[in-house]
């Protein structure tokens, strides 16, 4: 009897063991999706890491510091990674004319990937004395009866207006004002970046390469 249940034991073990390398075997032998794209142009990427180099040495003080990443790809092709890397395709590449135009593409990717790391830094920011209201405090109107807290709030705002620091935060946070900044202070003209806008139009319509290499992971799909 001893020696039937190891036996049933061991037929049951072998049967799931069969089940496991015919689901690996699958996963193994399915066929990857692999995105649309050729061999990078090196006299593009040689292109894009010099302009990119020079725009960073212009701005030391923008907060990134950024590789460039040139992508083979028919379409054009304009992301970052978090604020490592800014990828652009050769073919975006070859549209610019000149190296000004250049500039003022990866500018406009540096001033979103500025902007992102900004609005990010500011959600960290708790505001200065918060404004706590009670709706049934039983004063007159709801209006809080401490003077000092109001002396404290009529200060602030004098020093302050909340007016003009919302203004700062908000051309501060702005990419389209943070690219023209990087591309004037890397000593270009800000019509360039007006010249150039044309070719922001229709960036990214293949969105398999942007998610293949921006981080975000594909929703997996298991075979049985």
Not at 152 to 160: N, P, S
Request: hydrophobic share 40%; with cysteine.
């Amino acid at each position: 009897m001893r020696v039937a249940v190891v036996l049933l034991m061991g037929l049951f073990a072998g049967c799931d063991d069969n089940r496991f390398f015919r689901g690996a075997r699958n996963l193994v032998n399915k066929p990857i999706a692999v995105p649309d794209a050729k061999e990078p142009s090196l006299a593009a990427a040689a292109r894009v890491d010099q302009i990119g180099r020079q725009i960073l040495s212009a701005n030391i003080f923008c907060g990134v510091d950024t590789s460039f990443q040139t992508v083979g790809h028919r379409e054009p092709l304009l992301f970052h990674r978090g604020q490592q890397s800014v990828f652009i395709s050769d073919s975006l590449v070859d549209r610019c004319k000149t190296d000004e135009e250049l500039a003022a593409v990866l500018c406009h990717e540096l001033g979103r990937m500025i902007a992102e790391k900004r609005n990010a830094a500011r959600m960290g920011y708790a505001e200065p004395l918060m404004d706590v209201t009670h709706s049934n405090n039983g004063e007159t109107g709801g209006i809080t009866g401490d003077q000092f807290r109001l002396a404290e709030l009529a200060a602030i705002e004098k020093r302050t207006p909340k007016k003009t620091v919302d203004r700062v935060l908000a051309e501060t946070t702005d990419p389209r004002k943070i690219a023209i900044e990087l591309l004037k202070t890397t000593g270009f003209d800000e019509s360039h970046y007006t010249r150039a806008e044309p070719l922001f139009r229709g960036l990214n319509k293949n969105r398999d390469v942007v998610q293949q290499l921006d981080g975000g992971a594909q929703k997996p799909e298991w075979s049985n």
